[in-house]
């Protein structure tokens, strides 16, 4: 592997000490306690991430990953692999619905070519990270050679690196791949032994026909290998370079301490495979959405994720947690700016 994460786990007795306050200070403020439900949850998560009482957020940005599949040319798609390299350059445009939505929400979108079969040339603002123009078909072969998913790895540990050095502290990570849900099935179905007629969905909208085939295709896929327990290796299995990298900026978010924000499906199985590789990578999540996609609360019960939001979303580009967002903005700044029932001179339960 490319690199060993080293990552900081929030479950130490000077962070026990440390959660001990943040919830004094969360349960002082003027409210009956508990009763801003998950906002006191993500309010207590941002804290000890930071390592402190008034955590400070800056610079949040969305990066969108973008590759390829060969497995896509195996139908599984409703859209032909063309629309990746078609939709990076809507990114770029700032026409695509994460760039509208981030726009909404005072998030900037980056955009990062992990391995899209398509020259880019010198496309202004695209983050040029290609692996290989696209993945092997893992219904028949691995998806990527050992080399090239260290590659992604490190690459998306790079970006996350640097992002800390520019001063951001909290990222939200999208994608954007024709058959990625595919890729997010398998991994899966290998990782947390989901059955795959559980984890296997409709992805861009295919029909009956279209699902009956995706399922067989996949099936086909997993028969190549047992059951896998390294991160790593089902990443070079069934992964893409986009969640790979993903897996790998995760990784590299938490080793800085950032705050990450946890998208739909497809993100959700780049944390499946990033805490098969550092398990500490949970402590530094933000769940922000219940997609609905076939699949992801299955994901989201393997990695522990309790999501703020459910609002049938299955778009991906990371449109979830630019959505999620402003609930963590609010959740900083109710820690910090809410009086306590002593400052404010109110009096609190009696008893």
Same mark, same amino acid.
């Given at each position: 592997m490319a690199f060993i994460p080293e990552i900081t786990s929030l479950h130490t007795a000077a962070q026990a000490e440390l959660a001990a306050r943040l919830r004094h200070k969360i349960d002082t403020k003027t409210k009956?306690?508990?009763a801003l439900g998950q906002l006191e949850t993500v309010a207590l998560r941002l804290g000890l991430v930071q390592n402190t009482l008034s955590p400070a957020l800056r610079d949040p940005r969305v990066y969108v990953f973008a590759g390829d599949h060969g497995i896509a040319h195996e139908g599984v798609s409703a859209y032909p692999q063309d629309v990746s390299w078609q939709m990076v350059m809507n990114f770029l445009a700032g026409g695509a619905a994460v760039n509208a939505l981030a726009r909404a929400v005072g998030m900037s979108v980056r955009v990062v070519d992990a391995g899209v079969n398509h020259d880019f040339a010198n496309a202004p603002g695209l983050i040029h990270a290609k692996v290989a123009p696209g993945t092997a078909n893992s219904a028949e072969q691995p998806?990527?050679?050992?080399?090239?998913?260290?590659?992604a790895l490190a690459q998306g540990r790079a970006l996350m690196h640097q992002a800390a050095e520019d001063g951001c502290n909290v990222v939200a990570f999208g994608e954007m791949g024709i058959a990625n849900t595919s890729a997010a099935s398998l991994l899966l179905h290998k990782l947390a032994g989901v059955p795959l007629d559980v984890a296997v969905g409709r992805g861009t909208g295919v029909d009956d026909a279209g699902l009956a085939r995706k399922r067989e295709v996949l099936a086909r896929a997993a028969a190549r290998t047992g059951a896998l327990t390294d991160g790593v290796e089902a990443l070079? &299995?069934?992964?893409?370079f986009e969640i790979a990298m993903m897996a790998g900026a995760m990784l590299g978010a938490a080793e800085r301490r950032m705050v990450v924000l946890v998208d739909g499906f497809i993100a959700s199985s780049a944390l499946l495979a990033a805490r098969h590789i550092a398990p500490a990578v949970l402590d530094y999540c933000v769940f922000a959405h219940r997609s609905a996609e076939a699949g992801h609360a299955a994901m989201l019960q393997a990695v522990g994720g309790e999501p703020l939001l459910a609002l049938d979303l299955?778009?991906? &580009?990371?449109?979830?947690?630019?959505?999620?967002?402003?609930?963590v903005k609010a959740a900083a700044a109710f820690l910090n700016e809410m009086a306590s029932f002593e400052s404010a001179g109110v009096a609190g339960k009696e008893g």
């Open positions: 009956p306690l508990g998806a990527m050679t050992a080399a090239q998913c260290d590659a070079r &299995e069934y992964g893409g299955r778009l991906g &580009e990371g449109t979830g947690a630019v959505l999620a967002w402003p609930l």
